[in-house]
């Protein structure tokens, strides 16, 4: 007995045509289409197994009968449930609800619009938690947040897309109270030690970094509307010099806003109080600082020295700027090293000086503030122009030194001499007895009447019978190699003295121009110079 009924087997028959198929020869073809489908789901289900699936699918079936070299069923998808249908006048028999298709209609629709090609595009989410304003990355307008507080939904093509808004930067708890209490003893003018010790731990601590960008940004607003708060100033620009000194702080992305700050507290026009307030200090400290920034990103940003020395050649040259101002400017460019000060404010000096003369005169400038002012802007001028004077000089080499004092053998005693006795070593002692000889020799420790080894070697008697003493083989061999070295000696020194000549006559040529500006500083400064020029260059240019 078979599971398929025989009047399948005739509804199949008559659906592909065989309308006179007797009940007999349908029962016969019922147990073999029940062994057909036995293997075939056999087969399905070892499909599903390679597959590490439970649930068998229309794609194990197919797969199936791909196996037994049999045609695939086309239009049946494991997308989701099959909708069956129950045969009218049978009442276990059921069909799949299929509607037909006119080729006419399907050639004459339209073409889905094709798929683009699969590819790969990099792009910055976000750099240091600022998102770029580029194409692949959405606007701000869609990013925000919807009033009614549902998930935003744009529109492309018909197409819902649903976006995630971006997480916001979340501080620690520990971070936050760390930033409010540095914010706090800077602000707040709290006790020096406090400071101190916050300011060390800016410079040293690490996992500092998230609280970088907000350093920034109350930097630069404190800066800005507090120019007449000295103490502020100057604690911030120390609050810079820690965070600059910190090996765990990445703050390169971060110079373009605190560079402003930093070159308003060097050449800003007023600095706190004008009367109580020491603002020479702070200048000199931010100048010390700009100095330090150059030197250690100088070569990450090509363009920042430039850009910074542009900034303060027009401060220091511009008539219309205070004294103040071209005081800073100056000295942050003496801070930047000799050869900038060589190349930009030297060869505006003697004009600069003219101009400032009349403020440095009492009966010229009846205001003392002024005057003050003027003084320290010279006082300025004198040392980046000492500073260069000095570098330029430095390179000349030292007066040679004397040379060392020599120990030689010869045959018979061991003599100390230095250079400037040789020729009384040599001439004067052979007419003195040999007794006087021993005493002028210096202290050789051979004073004592016994004889030591080498007068016993060097000194042994002739053969009997010969009435002229001759010289042993020993005592030639002393004598010509005391001769040889002497000989090396010498040239060795003549080589010496020659090589310094040499040098001497390359750094006249080099750097004759040094000589020209020593007097014209010294035209300009008058001895004020002088004590910046050390003393052999001093002897060789005066």
């Known amino acids: 007995m078979s599971i398929v009924p025989k009047e399948n087997i005739e509804v199949i028959s008559q659906s592909i045509g065989i309308n006179n198929l007797s ?6 073809l019922a147990p073999d289409v029940e062994y057909r489908l036995r293997e075939i789901m056999q087969e399905a289900i070892k499909c599903m197994r390679h597959s590490r699936r439970t649930k068998l699918t229309a794609d194990d079936v197919d797969g199936a009968l791909n196996l037994r070299n049999v045609e695939p069923l086309y239009g049946f998808v494991s997308g989701g449930p099959l909708r069956f249908k129950k045969a009218v006048g049978h009442r276990d028999l059921f069909y799949i609800d299929d509607k037909d298709v006119d080729f006419k209609d399907v050639i004459e629709a ?9 590819g790969l595009l990099c792009h910055w989410l976000a750099i240091e938690g600022v998102q770029p304003a580029i194409p692949e990355n959405a606007p701000v307008e869609v990013l925000t947040a919807p009033s009614d507080g549902k998930k935003y939904e744009q529109k492309d093509d018909g197409l819902p897309v649903e976006l995630k808004l971006p997480v916001k930067h979340v501080l620690s708890r520990e971070l936050q109270l760390y930033f409010d209490k540095i914010t706090e003893l800077v602000v707040g003018r709290s006790d020096d ?17 998230p609280l970088v960008p907000y350093f920034t940004c109350f930097i630069a607003d404190e800066v800005s509307r507090g120019l007449s708060d000295y103490p502020l100033l100057f604690a911030l620009m120390r609050v810079v010099h820690s965070l600059l000194q910190n090996p765990h702080i990445h703050i390169e992305p971060y110079l373009h806003q605190l560079m402003p700050s930093v070159v308003t507290c060097l050449v800003a026009k007023r600095l706190g109080n004008r009367f109580a307030d ?9 100048a010390n600082l700009v100095a330090s920034i150059c030197k250690r990103f100088g070569r990450v940003y090509n363009t920042l020295q430039s850009r910074l020395t542009k900034t303060l050649v027009n401060a220091f040259l511009d008539p219309k700027r205070t004294l103040t101002q071209h005081y800073g400017a100056i000295q942050g460019l003496a801070a ?34 002024k005057r003050h002012e003027a003084w320290r802007v010279y006082g300025a001028l004198l040392g980046a122009a000492g500073q260069c004077i000095y570098d330029k000089l430095k390179i000349f080499p030292t007066l040679p030194s004397p040379v060392p004092q020599s120990l030689w053998k010869t045959n018979e005693r061991i003599v100390l001499t230095t250079p400037n006795k040789r020729k009384r070593s040599v001439e004067p002692m052979e007419q003195q007895p040999p007794s006087k000889k021993i005493a002028t020799d210096g202290p050789t420790g051979l004073t ?5 080894p080498m007068q016993v070697d060097t000194a042994a008697p002739a053969p009997s019978g010969d009435t002229n003493k001759v010289p042993s083989s020993s005592s030639t061999s002393l004598s010509n190699e005391s001769i040889s070295n002497s000989r090396g000696r010498s040239n060795g020194a003549d080589a010496q003295s020659l090589k310094k000549s040499a040098v001497l006559n390359q750094v006249w040529k080099d750097e004759l121009n040094s000589g020209k500006l020593l007097v014209s500083l010294f035209q300009l400064f008058g001895e004020d110079i002088l004590p910046f020029i050390p003393a052999p260059e001093m002897s060789l240019f005066l």
């Open 110 to 118: 339209p073409l889905p619009k094709a798929p683009l090609d699969t």
């Open 336 to 369: 930047l090293g000799p050869s900038v000060v060589h190349l930009l404010i030297l060869p505006n000096l003697e004009s600069y000086l003219r101009l400032l003369e009349p403020e440095l005169l009492l009966e010229k400038q009846k205001n003392e503030i």
């Open 448 to 452: 004592n009447s016994s004889p030591s």
């Open 278 to 286: 020491n603002h020479w200090e702070l200048r000199d400290f931010t």
């Open 23 to 28: 009940p007999d020869v349908a029962l016969a």
């Open 193 to 209: 030690i406090l400071l101190k010790k916050a300011l060390l731990s800016l410079a040293t601590d690490s996992g500092l970094h």
